[in-house]
Every structure is written in structure tokens, then in C-alpha cells.
């Protein structure tokens, strides 16, 4: 069986399953339903169809970029329809601004979109959810993402799983009017206007924080594996609260451009706890950390790469 991890070789496999079928098993849905849920303009879309709270929308394809930039209230935020990891995302002031930006945008992401800005000061949910054709939920787990990085707005660094029936609620009706079949990703935020929680976006792909499924006690690899044989695992609801993952090095990133670090430093020191669980780090794995250390010391040879990868721009807006 084939797990596909990262955006493009997620994408890659959906594009290609039915060949790839030929000689190993796949958890997918059909590619037309995968990129909808890869596009953010169709997550949005589909949001809207299921009656889920999102930040007001404007898209291009309705209306000019000039009637857009007149109509939108400011500040607001020009996204990518497809992307990763909060990249490419950038927040404008006024029309002049968003005229003026908005097509380097275009011509590095293609497809973009018009968000309301939601302020950041609202509780970030991910949820990370198997649904089984289009239909039924095999397992959720709603986490909080109690620290992210660059902090004004990206990766989560630090979660904490929850329970939020609501959110997997809002979710589930997503997947549902899409017509997932597999894994996906949710990303939510509260907006500290009127307390709604509204769907951020859609990642069609393992998150680089779905650790927190084991931490919370549900083994989704072992799900999708029942799924790829044809069988239809049992729906777990429950799962344990509580549980805390960290992404150590982002972590370090955020102690260093966070404005609210003296306020976090007591459980910024806290390395170890029953509760408490690492995205990479394992003593019973040193492979994964070396590895990604080793990935990283490249990037900072490439200067293209290491603006991408540690998004220093964007973690200095904030």
C-alpha cells in the first residue's frame, strides 16, 4: 500500500491512482473530488454549499480585480488557491495594495482568491478526519493550535487535542458534500468578532502534524490500511483530550520572533510529560530528526528555498 505524504506527490498519486492501482492499494477519492478539495476557491465553494461558517469570500472569476479591490473591506487577505503551510498568503490595506499585489501572486500560485481578515487572536482548530465513500466518519480528532509559526499566522508548532463535536460536525459536512473517500485535513478559526468558527481550509494530504491522531490514541495508518482491503473499520468518536504535540524546531523559530514569548516561557521550557509529544523528535527514531536537519542545512545554501522554508517575510510582518 502507498501512502502518499506532501502536496505534490499527493496530488501526483490522485492524478495517477487508477494506474498506480495496478500494482499497489491506494485510499483516495475519485481525482475530480481530490481537486476540489485541493483547491481552496472549491473548499470554500463547498464550505458555502454545506451551510459552514467562512470568512466573507470574493473571487475573481465572479468579478474583476478592480471591482474586487472596491468592494472588499480592508485589511484583507489575497490567498493562493493552492498551497501549503500558510505560503503565498499576504495581507493588504486598501485597493491600491491589492491591485498592486495581487498578480506576482498570480503569476507564482495562479488561481487566487479575496479573504475577510479574521484577526488571530481566535482559538486555530485543525481536524484531522478518515471518511469512507463520501459518506460515513471512520475517525476525527479536533486539536488546538496553541502556538504556530511564522506567529502571526501559519504551521502549527504546539497542539493540544480537544473535544469539539461541533467542529467535526462542520467538518464531516464539508467532506460530505465534496464526496471525500480517505484522510483529510481541516483547518478552523474562531473569529474573535462574534465567536463563530469558520473554515480556514482544506488539506487533501497527511499534515506534518497528524501525530496528533496518536497521541489522541486513534491509529488512522491502520484505518486507511482496513479501508485499502476493502473493509470499513468501526467509527471511533472518542478519543483522548489533553494531549500535547510539538514541532520542536518550528517551536524554536516562534521562541525567536514571537512578541509573546515572556508570556509562553514557562511551557516553552517544559521538554517532557506524559501528555506531552513530539512531530519528529524520538529517541526511538533519530532518523526523522537527522533527516529533516539535513534537509534544512541544504535549504540554507539555496536563498530562493530558504525564503520559502523559513518564511523570514512573513514571520517579520508579524
Known amino acids: 500500500m502507498v501512502y502518499p505524504t506532501g502536496d505534490p506527490v499527493t496530488a501526483v498519486c490522485a492524478a495517477m491512482q487508477e494506474e498506480l492501482r495496478q500494482w499497489t492499494r491506494l485510499v483516495l477519492p475519485p481525482y475530480d473530488k481530490f481537486a476540489v478539495g485541493r483547491s481552496k476557491v472549491g473548499t470554500m465553494k463547498a464550505a458555502q454549499e454545506a451551510g459552514v461558517a467562512i470568512p466573507d469570500t470574493w473571487y475573481f472569476e465572479d468579478s ?12 484583507c487577505l489575497i490567498k493562493p488557491s493552492v498551497s501549503a503551510g500558510a505560503r503565498g498568503i499576504t495581507r493588504v490595506e486598501n485597493p491600491k495594495e491589492l491591485l498592486q499585489r495581487l498578480r506576482p501572486l498570480q503569476e507564482q500560485y495562479g488561481e487566487c482568491y479575496v479573504q475577510d481578515y479574521v484577526p488571530q487572536t481566535g482559538m486555530q482548530y485543525k481536524v484531522d478526519m478518515i471518511m469512507a465513500n463520501g459518506t460515513a466518519v471512520v475517525g476525527a480528532v479536533v486539536y488546538e ?73 486513534l491509529d488512522m495508518v491502520e484505518m ?19 494531549q500535547y504535540l510539538r514541532f520542536l524546531p518550528g517551536d524554536v523559530m516562534w521562541l525567536l520572533t514571537s512578541k509573546r514569548r515572556r508570556a509562553h516561557w514557562r511551557s516553552w521550557l517544559t521538554f517532557w510529560g506524559r501528555d506531552l509529544h513530539y512531530q519528529v523528535c524520538s529517541w526511538r527514531d533519530p532518523g ?6 539535513l534537509e534544512n542545512l541544504f535549504i ?19
Do not use: C
Not at 224 to 242: F, N, Q
Open 64 to 75: 474583476e480585480p478592480a471591482r474586487v479591490a472596491a468592494s472588499v473591506r480592508y485589511p
Open 288 to 293: 526523522a530528526i537527522l533527516g529533516y536537519l
Open 145 to 217: 493550535k496553541l502556538r504556530y509559526y511564522p506567529p502571526n499566522g501559519g504551521s502549527s508548532v504546539l497542539n493540544r487535542t480537544a473535544s469539539r463535536p461541533d467542529i467535526i460536525a462542520a467538518a464531516a459536512a464539508v467532506a460530505r458534500t465534496i464526496g471525500w473517500h480517505g484522510f483529510i485535513d481541516f483547518d478552523f478559526i474562531t473569529d474573535p468578532r462574534d465567536g463563530a468558527v469558520r473554515l480556514m481550509e482544506i488539506n487533501p494530504r497527511f499534515p506534518e502534524s497528524f501525530r496528533a491522531t496518536y497521541a489522541a490514541g
Open 300 to 318: 540554507l545554501f539555496e536563498p530562493k528555498q530558504r525564503k520559502a522554508r523559513f518564511r523570514t517575510e512573513q514571520a517579520r510582518r508579524g
Open 224 to 242: 486507511l490500511w482496513e479501508m485499502a482491503h476493502g473493509r470499513i473499520p468501526p467509527s471511533v468518536s472518542d478519543y483522548r483530550v489533553g
